[in-house]
């Protein structure tokens, strides 16, 4: 779960995936007000929480130290992190240092020459020495925009300050917002063998490299994914698809993360729990979502037709209309069985999920009705072994029964 708490930074990343939520002239910070709120929907979450305090840059936020002193009072937050790009007074992190316990720091770097001046870059390299030095457990992230990235100075940073952990992505875009520094798909080619080189030197410290979104299954060839698979196992999980990152703005809308924060926006207090609000989000997205339409090699990948594989982050999608959804495409399909046209449903099924038992029930009806005995008892009994939904089961087992 994200916080977001301020939507102003003092940093000035070209790649930034937040730049629309900070736009607007004023200043918009999370009251103390919503801070209670988030808690109360905390204290009602079954397991412990672990919270990331993001913005905008969170020390600038005011109530930050209200805001860590509720965190670490809570019984249901097992631990917070701040995401910070390090450019704020070095004296607000002593305030700070009470809280250590659960609190740890993830500092955002850039590569030297990124820094607006050599000012803003010593303050940064400043502000980890000191977390450090305050017990605070630092950490750091890097994102990836440029395709000749200079690893070799984040490794440098990671021995000067003893970093076990190194947080690392390509820079997303947003959906439906351009940003011509964001690398392109046709770019990745290009990324991936530095990225492999990168990872290959990190791991040579012992540090443990985690991978922030998710990368296509083709970003690595599989000869790459091997080496990965042994150096860092956990990268292979970020492959081919996104969980939901769960974002709070400051006037409490959620949305699944910055690079999909332009569509489908609701109010943490529009839900009953953080549970069902993260639901919404998982079913909006990934149950309307379809076969990638990134690389036009998607078209003939077996990770695209069987869904394992999204192309990349849904922000590269070229498009997210509601004809490009699975409600859509199930009531077009209900709609051509009922009134017997049957020509384009074939072309429809095939669009959905392989791995989903109400999409399976569709096929079964669908064969049945064209007389493909075969093909509907297949599909019927695929469906029953996918759910526990006795409607659905119960359906399966008719079609059975009259073949």
Sequence with gaps: MNLIVIDKCSNSCKYC????????????????????????????????????????????????????????????VKSYTIFTGGVFKTNKLSDLKPFHSKLSFLFNINEKKDYKNLKQYELVHQNILKSIFCGIPTSLGFNIYKKDFNYSEIIEYCKSYGISVLRVAIAKPTYGVKNSNIPVPEDFDDISNRVVDFIENVSKLNIQVEMDCLLPKCFFTNEQLGRIALLQPSIINYLGKCTVAFDISTDLDIFR?????????????????????????????????????????????????????????????????????????????YSSLESEKLANIFELLNKLPTQNASFNLLRAYYYAKIGDVTKAKYYSQKTINLTNDKTISNAACKILKIC
């Design 17 to 76: 995936f937040a730049s629309h939520e900070m736009d607007s002239v004023s200043t918009n910070k999370m009251s103390r007000e919503s801070i209670d709120i988030v808690l109360s929907y905390i204290k009602k979450e079954r397991g412990l929480q672990s919270i990331n305090i993001i913005g905008g840059e969170p020390l600038l936020y005011d109530d930050l130290k209200y805001l860590t002193d509720k965190l670490n009072k809570s019984q249901k």
């Design 257 to 333: 993360c910055f690079s999909v924060s332009t569509e489908s926006r609701s109010k943490l207090t529009d839900f009953e729990s953080i549970k069902q609000s993260q639901d919404y989000l998982k079913i909006f997205f990934n149950d309307r979502y379809l076969k990638p339409n990134i690389f036009d090699k998607c078209k003939q990948c077996e990770f695209a037709n069987n869904q394992s594989c999204w192309g990349d982050c849904l922000s590269y999608q070229n498009s997210l209309p509601i004809e490009n959804t699975h409600e859509y495409i199930m009531e077009t399909i």
